[in-house]
């Protein structure tokens, strides 16, 4: 996202004159000298393999340079050759920035990256603003059934992980959850917990999870449980967990209901999920 946006910085002169943006945009970084050096730092910044890295950041800049090219009049060129030359690059059948043909492929980039967020779950801010990457993605998916089954990102083997908690009172029941009617499989009773970050470790999950669903302050124990689901990319851990957190504040868009119940309950309750019995199971040899 970076690669295919950063050449706009020249427009941030908007923000005190118009003169200075009329002045500069489409010059001081729609050029080649800016792009090979703002693309090598990003390549520095990727950690991985520079030429490959360094020919997709270009031609993600180049892409933007030609769309600009193209789509914002006849009599708007690129500097290119800027700072070793003042030639303004230009086509005589330009149109204009507020064609049908911007507003035709804005409309279709919409939604390729609506096709994105059902088919994978990301979004291009899931790098620069990964809490609010999840908010939009929860968002969307909430009126695109039957897409991706987690908004969570592909893990390196190529399934979707997840990770679930069992944390138990003095009397020895466990917390259990009445999922909400705005997330998936909605209302079904289960434990709590939710799906990996990329490059986000089980323990890290856990904590963050309970934290946003329950407002609850947790220390993982150790995972006694894996589910890989045959019929759709994901899989999921099952973590014994402690809770340190008397006053539960579970978050409404998640969490229904908070519910205390001993294992024989949890098998027994009409609006369980699939897995809760193979976790019960696990549980009860583990303890």
Known sequence: MA?????????????????????????????????????????????????????????????????????SGPDWGIA????????????????????????????????WALAVVWAYGRTPLEWPMPRLDRQ?????????????????????????????????NHNGRWLVIRRSRHVSVPLKICFPGGGMEAGESQEAALIREMTEELGARITPVRCVWRWDFPNKPLTLWGWLATLHTPDLHPD?????????????????????????????????AAC
Not at 137 to 157: K, T, Y
Not at 252 to 260: S, T, Y
């Open 252 to 284: 409404p868009q998640e969490v229904a209901e908070v519910l205390w119940l001993n294992s024989r309950e949890i098998l027994a309750h009409p609006d369980g999920i699939e897995t809760n019995a193979a976790f019960v199971a696990a549980l009860d």
């Open 136 to 168: 939009l993605v929860r968002a969307l998916c909430r009126w695109m059934p039957g897409g991706m089954v987690s908004w969570r990102p592909v893990q390196s083997d190529g399934r979707v992980h997840g990770v679930v908690a069992a944390m138990r």
């Open 3 to 71: 690669a295919a946006t950063m050449a706009d910085v020249d427009g941030l002169g908007i923000i005190g004159k118009m003169d200075w943006y009329w002045a500069y945009h489409h010059k001081l970084a729609h050029n080649l000298f800016f792009g090979v050096i703002a693309c090598a730092i990003l390549v520095a910044l990727s950690r991985r393999r520079w030429l490959p890295m360094m020919g997709l950041y270009l031609g993600l800049f180049h892409l933007h340079l030609l769309m600009d090219l193209f789509g």
């Open 80 to 111: 290119y050759l800027w700072p070793f030359s003042g030639r303004i690059f230009t086509i005589a059948y330009a149109w204009e920035f507020s064609g049908w043909q911007n507003r035709t492929t804005a409309l279709l980039l919409l939604i």
